[in-house]
């Protein structure tokens, strides 16, 4: 099965939160976001800031997918090459960051910039990350990160 990163955004909040999702899977090579939810709407491509729209970002696939958190989950989930859903989270119990295996197709599963995820999603996920700081980093920054670590668990 082909190595494969994709990014699931749940309900943003802002255009910006989705264009630093994006500059993040431009950078490392990830193949989404794609996001939920109404708070960012769009016909096709969101008018995101100038300083997001670069013209390396054109190779990302993004969109808002309509329908349920739940069911976005779901169209990355099925056969034939199922992506793995992690979800992630700054909560208790999950694998810290610098221990995690990432799996070789994952779907990283992030909340909104203004909450968490919300339980039926969490339970959807198969894996739970945590990056380990003292507090909650914004949504980019934990984008970058864990995209960051996959990367250079590679090798690459
Ligand atoms: C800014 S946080 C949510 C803020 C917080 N729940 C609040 O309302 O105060 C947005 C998202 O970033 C991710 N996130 C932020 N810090 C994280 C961390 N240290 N470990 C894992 N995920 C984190 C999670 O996906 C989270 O849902």
Not at 44 to 52: A, C, D, K, N, S
Not at 78 to 97: D, H, K, Q, Y
Not at 127 to 151: E, G, K, Q
């Amino acid at each position: 099965m082909a190595d494969r990163a994709a990014v699931l955004l749940i309900d943003p909040k802002y255009p910006f939160n989705v264009g630093g999702a994006l500059r993040a899977c431009a950078a490392f090579g990830a193949e989404s976001p794609e996001w939920t939810g109404d708070r960012v709407h769009t016909e096709g491509v969101p008018r995101l800031p100038r300083e997001e729209r670069l013209r390396g970002y054109k190779d990302v696939r993004m969109g808002r997918l309509d329908g349920g958190d739940v069911e976005a989950i779901g169209l990355h989930t099925g056969p034939p090459e199922p992506f793995t859903p992690v979800a992630v989270e700054f909560r208790r119990n999950s694998e810290p960051l610098p221990l995690f295996e990432h799996p070789e197709r994952a779907l990283y599963v992030f909340g909104p910039e203004d909450g968490t995820l919300p339980g039926a999603v969490l339970a959807r996920c198969h894996r739970f990350v945590i990056v380990p700081t003292m507090h909650c980093l914004n949504l980019a920054s934990t984008v970058n990160i864990v995209l960051y670590d996959r990367l250079a668990k590679q090798g690459r």
